[in-house]
C-alpha cells in the first residue's frame, strides 16, 4: 500500500519560513519523480516544483527563488523548504509520486494546510 504522508504545515507571519517533509513508503522512492503541488481555497491544484530521481528540480515561476525542493533517498522522504512566504502562499500543500518503474501512475499525500497570515 503506496502512502505519502505530509507534515510541517502551519501559520506563519509574511517573511517567514517553513519546511514541508513527505514521507513516502509503499513505492522504490529513488526510483520516482517526487512533486509539490498546492492548492488554494477556491482555485484549482498547480504545480510548486518537481525533483527527479536524479536530483534535477523544476519550479513554477511564483515560487522560482524562494522554495526549494530536496530529497532523501535513505530516509524516503521528500522535503520543500519555503522561504520569503507571501500570503498568496496560502494553500493545501500536496505531496505528489510519480513511479518511473510504472508507467501512468501517480499517488498523492492528504495534504497540509500553509497559512500565511499577519
Known amino acids: 500500500q503506496v502512502q505519502l504522508v505530509e507534515s510541517g504545515g502551519g501559520l506563519v507571519q509574511p517573511g517567514g519560513s517553513l519546511r514541508l517533509s513527505c514521507a513516502a513508503s509503499?513505492?522504490?522512492?529513488?526510483?520516482?519523480?517526487m512533486g509539490w503541488y498546492r492548492q488554494a481555497p477556491g482555485k484549482q491544484r498547480e504545480l510548486v516544483g518537481v525533483?527527479?530521481?536524479?536530483?534535477?528540480?523544476n519550479y513554477a515561476d511564483y515560487v522560482k527563488g524562494r522554495f526549494t525542493i530536496s530529497r532523501d533517498n535513505v530516509k524516503n522522504t521528500v522535503y520543500l523548504e519555503m522561504n520569503s512566504l507571501k500570503p498568496e502562499d496560502t494553500a493545501v500543500y500536496y505531496c505528489?509520486?510519480?513511479?518511473?518503474?510504472?508507467?501512468?501512475?501517480?499517488?498523492w499525500g492528504q495534504g497540509t494546510q500553509v497559512t500565511v497570515s499577519s
Open positions: 525533483i527527479r530521481t536524479g536530483r534535477s528540480t
Open positions: 509503499g513505492i522504490i522512492f529513488s526510483d520516482s519523480v
Open positions: 505528489n509520486a510519480r513511479p518511473q518503474y510504472v508507467v501512468g501512475t501517480n499517488y
